[in-house]
């Protein structure tokens, strides 16, 4: 039984993952109407010829995985207390949970080490570097605590928590407590309730609201794993709630175009893959111990192992440079098939 404001744990894995198969486009038409809404009657029409149109010939079916290549996420240090030494890990997958009370969440592989310190005090800091610290984010990311003192990493304070280490260097600091764990396989999504935040002066403005950070001034560090790669904030394209104005889908003939437009060439400029560091470790599947699970095939971020006939994991060692050494591969295997050499 849980109560209130304790940690809270559930069970969600799938107890049997399933591989990825793209669906043939003969069975994707879909028939229907669009439920009405408010003010939709004049538009049923158009909205009836919308539903059943077959999938456009210019979309293609992309892995589901390719959901962390197409979001960017503005990618932070978590830091907690690791038997009394402040440690940090990087952390792409965080996003604000709620408003109020005002939380983080982020989903955070059971083996880091940095969990013991969050599990123990109950409490941990999201960091958030600016791209002059770039290098200092990937070092926290490819270094466990378990082989490296972090703490060495820059001065580290404490608020109220006492025991959240914030690594004064990071622009902004948030202490927060931790309210929930959930428990989804192979990570946790971690959920911690904001309890002071702490940011450098020359990045804070005051707005109506108080005290507000400046996105630009702080240049946050963004992450892909398309690249994979580290970007920064482009240009804003919009006033948040108020660039919808007064348009009107009715009134708009893109509305009715089956493909969104090409961006703008040159607007957005592709970066080149850094070269390979060699030699490189790769995984290898001991066929032997193969369960034939999927895990692997579902878990790699790259897309770069698939299922044999037999069921077995294939490695494509024709794409080893892509290969970005998260092990994701070789903590989901229930059987650990997956071992790393060159
Ligand atoms: C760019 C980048 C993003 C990362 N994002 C995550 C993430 O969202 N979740 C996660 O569990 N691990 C993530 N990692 C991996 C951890 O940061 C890494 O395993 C780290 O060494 C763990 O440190 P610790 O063992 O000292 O806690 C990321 C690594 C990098 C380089
Ligand atoms: S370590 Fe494994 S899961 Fe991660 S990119 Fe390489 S092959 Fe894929
Ligand atoms: S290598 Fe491991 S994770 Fe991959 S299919 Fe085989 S048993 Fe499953």
Redesign the pocket.
């Known amino acids: 039984m849980t109560t209130e404001g304790a940690v809270k744990e559930c069970d969600l894995r799938d107890p049997a993952p399933k591989k990825y198969e793209p669906i043939s486009r003969a069975l994707s038409q879909i028939t229907g109407t669009v439920p009405t809404f408010p003010g939709a009657q004049s538009h049923r029409r158009e909205e009836t010829v919308l539903m059943s149109t077959p999938i456009p010939d210019r979309k293609v079916e992309v892995a589901p995985f390719q959901v962390t290549a197409a979001l960017c996420t503005t990618t932070v240090l978590i830091g907690a207390l690791v038997d009394g030494k402040p440690n940090y890990m990087t952390i792409a997958w965080c996003s604000p949970a709620t408003h109020s009370p005002p939380s983080f969440m982020f989903a955070c592989n059971k083996t880091h080490h940095t969990n013991k310190g969050i599990f123990a005090n109950r409490n941990f800091s999201v960091n958030i570097p600016c791209v002059d610290q770039v290098q200092l984010l990937d070092y926290c990311g490819v270094h466990s605590g378990t082989e490296v003192d972090k703490a060495h990493l820059g001065h580290s304070f404490f608020g109220i928590t006492r025991t959240a280490p914030m690594l004064a260097r990071c622009p902004v600091c948030f202490e927060c407590t931790l309210t929930h764990q959930l428990d989804l396989g192979v990570h946790f999504v971690i959920v911690g309730k904001v309890e002071k935040v702490w940011a450098n002066e020359d990045i804070v403005e005051r707005g109506p609201q108080g005290e507000a950070i400046d996105v630009t001034r702080l240049n946050p560090i963004l992450f892909s794993f398309c690249g994979p790669s580290y970007r920064s904030l482009g240009p804003a394209h919009g006033t948040a709630w108020k660039t919808a104005g007064d348009y009107d889908p009715a009134r708009d003939p893109a509305a009715l175009a089956t493909i969104s437009p090409a961006p703008t060439p040159g607007a957005i400029p592709h970066p080149h893959p850094a070269p390979p560091k060699a030699p490189v470790d ?2 290898h599947v001991d066929l032997e111990k193969c369960l034939g699970c999927g895990n ?1 095939v579902q ?4 897309s ?2 698939a299922q044999g006939g037999d069921g077995k994991a294939i ?1 494509d060692t024709g794409r080893i440079p892509d ?8 903590e989901g295997c229930p059987v650990e098939a997956i071992t790393f050499s060159v």
Do not use: A, E
């Open positions: 790769y995984p692997c878990g790699c971020p790259m770069l192992f490695f290969c970005t050494h998260c092990h994701h591969c070789k």
